[in-house]
């Protein structure tokens, strides 16, 4: 069975979509909240770089499914990760 190139790519932004869509309902109960304490700052700290890579990495390699998921995990991460560090110094 030969994969075609553009079901490929659909199953790029199935992909991208679910994990994105994974990630929204912890972004709203943080906002929601404000109850970060649950959240490691080192790991959000790395998880949002890692994001940030990999948004640039779909970025250099015109990779749609990459730069849509990333951009969107990437702000909602550092939404988080900037209320973690709001929150941790009260």
Known sequence: ???EAHQVEWIGYLAAFLTTCAFVPQAVQ???T??????S???YSL???GVGLWLV???IIEKWPLILANATTFA???S???LKLRYLRK
């Open 76 to 78: 909602l991460a550092l």
């Open 47 to 49: 998880f949002t770089l």
């Open 80 to 82: 988080i990760l900037v």
């Open 41 to 43: 700052l080192g790991m």
């Open 1 to 3: 069975m030969q994969i």
């Open 30 to 32: 943080s906002w929601r």
């Open 34 to 39: 404000r109850d970060l304490s649950g959240i």
């Open 57 to 59: 990495y779909g970025l």
